[in-house]
């Protein structure tokens, strides 16, 4: 745990650390929920994630999600229909699991987010990764895991 720690110190002072935009939330940052408790996901994972605006209608992604010994990074270009923490989205990247191996996967997703209040965001979405072999089937074929994220903005 104190390794992911570090790892999302050293990620948020990255993204904190370029230039703000017009707006007043760039930055989110936050947890899947689903993710602590899903038994597929090796019992539940600790999960952070952070989000930076690079305009009005994308975004870059950064998820963070430790348990044990399996690390994984996944890094996301994420494209609004609406816009900046409103409306349907995509999200397109690349995940890293660093204690397996060193193979770099895809990742995609299409979800729904919304802020219901002015610091708070919530995202519901369903994640394609491919790369890893299944869980359950142990193939390698896509797989496709939900999210519900809770995020606070500044």
Same mark, same amino acid.
């Given at each position: 745990?104190?390794?992911?720690l570090?790892?999302?110190t050293?990620?948020a002072a990255?993204?904190?650390?370029?230039?703000a935009?017009?707006a007043?939330t #760039? !930055?989110?940052?936050?947890?899947d929920?689903i993710?602590w408790?899903d038994?597929? @996901?090796? /019992? =539940?994972m600790?999960?952070?994630?952070?989000?930076?605006a690079l305009?009005?209608?994308?975004?870059?992604?950064?998820?963070?999600?430790?348990?044990?010994?399996?690390t994984t990074?996944?890094? #996301? !270009?994420?494209?609004y229909n609406q816009?900046y923490?409103?409306g349907?989205?995509? @999200?397109? /990247? =690349?995940?890293?699991?660093?204690?397996?191996?060193?193979?770099?996967?895809?990742e995609g997703?299409m979800g729904?987010?919304?802020s219901?209040?002015?610091n708070?965001?919530?995202?519901?979405?369903v994640q394609?990764?491919?790369?890893?072999?299944?869980?359950?089937?142990e193939?390698e074929?896509?797989w496709f895991?939900?999210?519900?994220?809770?995020?606070y903005?500044?």
């Amino acid at each position: 745990m104190k390794n992911l720690l570090r790892a999302c110190t050293l990620v948020a002072a990255f993204i904190t650390s370029g230039t703000a935009t017009a707006a007043a939330t #760039d !930055y989110a940052i936050g947890t899947d929920l689903i993710r602590w408790f899903d038994p597929v @996901q090796d /019992g =539940g994972m600790a999960s952070l994630t952070f989000q930076k605006a690079l305009g009005r209608e994308d975004a870059l992604f950064v998820d963070l999600a430790q348990k044990d010994s399996r690390t994984t990074v996944g890094i #996301d !270009y994420k494209v609004y229909n609406q816009r900046y923490y409103y409306g349907s989205f995509f @999200q397109i /990247g =690349g995940l890293l699991d660093i204690q397996n191996s060193t193979r770099l996967y895809v990742e995609g997703a299409m979800g729904y987010e919304f802020s219901p209040s002015q610091n708070w965001v919530v995202s519901g979405d369903v994640q394609m990764v491919f790369g890893p072999r299944h869980p359950v089937t142990e193939k390698e074929e896509p797989w496709f895991v939900p999210r519900l994220r809770v995020m606070y903005a500044f």
